[in-house]
T-cell receptor, first 110, second 112 residues
């Protein structure tokens, strides 16, 4: 089982709709969770981080963490063409390693 | 401007010819790491460093070396590159291991 798993997509979302991206992780001791966005040919950039169970909102983005079920998700409201990118989930599990999922490609249907 | 700078951005080299990819950050971050990104495999950590003179292996360290003699610099060394090291490489730094990582622009390496 991979340590951090994401559906590779592509996930097609109509403009204005809500995009839902999911990530599961295997290490129950994981402490910190991050979502990065990566445009084609560019470097990843942080969108959200979350440390505690529940929801965290920042503008059009909401991160949701459920440690009991070992998943973290990212909701993007009012999807825009500029949201078309690959979204990477990253997890810090307390062993000085920062582990990334393979990413979910989001395709915005403008 | 806060940034992580990698050089070169693109490199084509031949098998066995030693090369170094440089990485420098100006944010006084303690934690630095190197990743390679391959299609379908995502970002995989090669080496990381918790501070000056403290480095450790990530998930795919074979064929690579690193050093951390100064806080701001974390070069990646390929002593004898092979074609399976053809990849997109990213350097990243963060204040500590469980905070936001800032990435360099990437280095696209081709080994022929």
């Amino acid at each position: 089982q991979k340590e951090v798993e994401q559906n590779s997509g592509p996930l097609s979302v109509p403009e204005g709709a809500i995009a839902s991206l999911n990530c599961t992780y295997s290490d129950r001791g994981s402490q910190s969770f991050f979502w990065y966005r990566q445009y084609s040919g560019k470097s990843p950039e942080l969108i959200m981080f979350i440390y505690s169970n529940g929801d965290k909102e920042d503008g059009r983005f909401t991160a949701q963490l459920n440690k009991a079920s070992q998943y973290v998700s990212l909701l993007i409201r009012d999807s825009q063409p500029s949201d078309s990118a690959t979204y990477l989930c990253a997890v810090y599990s307390g062993t000085y390693k920062y582990i990334f999922g393979t990413g979910t490609r989001l395709k915005d249907l403008a | 401007e806060a940034q992580v700078t990698q050089n070169p951005r693109y490199l084509i080299t031949v098998t066995g010819k030693k090369l170094t990819v440089t990485c420098s950050q100006n944010m006084n971050h303690e934690y630095m790491s190197w990743y390679r990104q391959d299609p379908g495999l995502g970002l995989r950590q090669i080496y990381y460093s918790m501070n000056v003179e403290v480095t450790d292996k990530g998930d795919v360290p074979e064929g690579y070396k690193v050093s951390r003699k100064e806080k701001r610099n974390f070069p990646l060394i390929l002593e004898s590159p092979s074609p399976n090291q053809t990849s997109l490489y990213f350097c990243a730094s963060s204040y500590s291991v469980n905070t936001e990582a800032f990435f360099g622009q990437g280095t696209r390496l081709t080994v022929v």
